[in-house]
């Protein structure tokens, strides 16, 4: 049977963990490419959800292996450290919005 397993950073991990997904921990982009290289080679895995910060900094020699495999699936995953103003929650919002459906929609408050 196959895995989800989230590939992230230390300070997000627990609460991966804590929600029953198996996790690794990547302490820096560079440790993150060699997990991930590991991952998608490992027969158990069957959808690696990756920290959005780590599949900005994946090379194209892994990206391109991303590409020709089937197995696992390879997904960034958005992840934020801290929103520090009203408009930033809003921008990243419509980002993932968009990123989803395809199309962009304006957020206002009510």
Known sequence: MYKLIVLTDPDHADGFGLAGVDVVV??????ARRKLSGLIDDDESG???????????????TQQKINQ???????????????????DHRAYLSRLIRRAIGFDITLRRG
């Open 69 to 87: 495999t089937y197995r696992p699936i390879v997904i960034s995953l958005p992840i934020r450290e801290k929103l520090a103003t009203d408009e």
């Open 26 to 31: 990547a302490e820096s982009p560079e440790d």
């Open 47 to 61: 959808i690696v959800a990756v920290n959005e910060a780590f599949m900005a900094d994946i090379d194209e020699r």
